[in-house]
């Protein structure tokens, strides 16, 4: 069983900055690339962030110059620091990853965390 657990969100003011953590666990072989996707109330999923294996990264327009991802592959652990925070911003976060487990090394599956709530409000 693989598990992703998000954490790091909560209210923050305008131009302020949070980090959220993603930490994959359980039967794990291996993780390929990974993502953070957010989705604020009445709106469609959007993705945010990527960042591959070999850590290539790639970034939403709006996002562009002040989030930032990164990884821990000894940590099986994902991070999207968020710098200069905008209302619009606001929204539930969730992180994915494509992993494949001890059982099936080759086949590799989309996991979901349960998301966490980033707020920017004054």
């Known amino acids: 069983q693989v598990q992703l657990v998000e954490s790091g969100g909560g209210l923050v003011q305008p131009g302020g900055s949070l980090r959220l953590s993603c930490a994959a666990s359980?039967?794990?072989?291996?993780?390929?690339?990974m993502r953070w996707y957010r989705q604020a109330p009445e709106k469609e999923r959007e993705l945010v962030a990527t960042?591959?294996?070999?850590?290539?990264?790639n970034y939403a327009d709006s996002v562009k110059g002040r989030f930032t991802i990164s990884r821990d592959n000894a940590k099986n652990t994902v991070y999207l620091q968020m710098n200069s925070l905008k209302p619009e911003d606001t929204a539930v976060y969730y992180c994915?990853?494509?992993?494949?487990?001890?059982?099936?090394?080759?086949?590799?599956?989309?996991?979901w965390g349960q998301g966490t709530q980033v707020t920017v409000s004054s």
């Open positions: 994915n990853a494509e992993i494949s487990s001890y059982r099936s090394i080759a086949s590799f599956v989309r996991y």
């Open positions: 359980g039967s794990i072989f291996s993780i390929n690339t």
């Open positions: 960042i591959t294996s070999g850590g290539s990264t």
